[in-house]
Every structure is written in C-alpha cells, then in structure tokens.
C-alpha cells in the first residue's frame, strides 16, 4: 500500500478544435497501460442526460465517462482508491472546482483538467483562469485559423452565421450557434446589436 504518493494538477487548455480532447484520450490511454485507476468525469451544463457519458475528440475517439455539473458532485464522487482523475469540459465548472481539485492533487492524486480558457469575447472562461494559476504543470494548445490558415487561439462563436456581439450570453441557449477556431487577426466580437433594428 503506497501511502505518500505524490499528487500535481496539469491543464489541458486552447482553443476548441485544438486537440484537448485527443489529448486527454492520450493521457488517458496511457494511464491505463500503466495500470492506474483513473476516474474521467464530464461537466455538463445541466443533468437531464443522466448515466454514462462519453468524452470524444472531432478524430471520432471516445472514453466513457461520468457526468457532473458542479464541483461538489465531483468531490462526492471520487473513490478513495482512484490515482488519477481527469475533468473535462472545467470551464462549465463552479470556482469551487479549485479547492476540490487542491485537496485531490494534496492528497497524493494526478488531476487532468480539460477546458477551453477563453469564451467567445477572449475573456478567461468560467474557472479556467483560477485553475491555470494553481495548475503545476499546462499544455495550452492551438487550432488552425478557419480563415487565415494561421494558428488560431480564439474561439469564434457565430450565430446564425454572423459573428456574436460581445453582450451575447457567455453561454448561448438556444438557436443555431457553432464555432470556428480562429487567429487573434480574424477574431470577430462587434461591440454590441444594441440600438439596432
Ligand atoms: P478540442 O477538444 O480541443 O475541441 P479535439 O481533440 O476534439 O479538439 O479535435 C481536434 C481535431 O479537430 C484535430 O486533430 C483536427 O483533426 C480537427 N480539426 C477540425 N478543425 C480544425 C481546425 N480549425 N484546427 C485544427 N484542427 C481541426
Ligand atoms: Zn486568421
């Protein structure tokens, strides 16, 4: 029985379509191999989808794992026995995400987080920027600008087609959003639609 095992926090962050999630398989993977026990849970904006849920990267691999939509539900629903646990999708997380992850990593855990740090605007995303200053070690990968074809760092969020103006819900409900990886050059936030008709 191994009782001072060393824990760290490591971030897997960038923009969508960076390869976080090809990434998180990886190391995921690779945990396995070695015969850890690993717990992968997903943040979800709400619970309706219920029971086993699935990590998968735009490669088409995919990991099932346990969905949650806070941090507490993590904290309840980490075993003891478990040597890593990996989150994704952090930046849906509550900034309780933080403490829970510092005591995991204290208590002699390997925790992966998995998020995307900036929303559509460029501004740091839900918890990602706290997570990052705590983080011991960080991969902030980049994507290819859909527009340039230089590395892209920003998420652009379209809507209906047109770019979202900065006054647009961080997280949109709702009607027919996507998103484009882009570079710092084509990023696009029109100000605001206020005033328009
Ligand atoms: P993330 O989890 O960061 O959203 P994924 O791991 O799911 O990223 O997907 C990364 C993969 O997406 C790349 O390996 C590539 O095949 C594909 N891809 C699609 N569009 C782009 C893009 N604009 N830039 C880079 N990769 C892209
Ligand atoms: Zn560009």
């Given at each position: 029985m191994q009782t001072a095992r060393h824990g760290w926090i490591e971030v897997i962050t960038g923009v969508?379509?960076?390869?976080k999630s090809e990434e998180l398989l990886r190391r995921a993977r690779r945990a396995l191999i070695a015969g850890r026990r690993i717990q992968l849970f997903k943040s979800i904006?709400?619970?309706?989808?219920?029971g086993q849920f699935r990590i998968s990267s735009h490669d088409g691999r995919q990991i099932d794992a346990e969905p949650v939509s806070n941090s507490a539900q993590i904290a309840e629903k980490v075993d003891d026995e478990s040597e890593v646990v990996a989150i994704d999708e952090?930046?849906?997380?509550?900034?309780?995400i933080c403490e829970v992850v510092d005591a995991l990593a204290n208590s002699g855990k390997r925790v992966i987080l998995v998020g995307t740090d900036m929303d559509f605007r460029g501004q740091p995303f839900g918890p990602m920027g706290l997570l990052l200053a705590r983080a011991d070690e960080i991969d902030k990968l980049n994507a290819i600008c859909v527009?340039?074809?230089?590395p892209a760092t920003r998420n652009q969020r379209l809507i209906d087609g047109k770019p979202a103006p900065a006054?647009?819900?961080t997280i949109y409900v709702g009607g027919s959003e996507s998103y484009e990886a882009r570079c710092r050059r084509c990023h696009e936030v029109p100000i605001s639609i206020a005033g328009e008709s």
């Open positions: 969508m379509f960076s390869g904006l709400d619970d309706r989808y219920g952090a930046q849906f997380l509550d900034d309780g527009k340039c074809g230089d006054d647009a819900p």
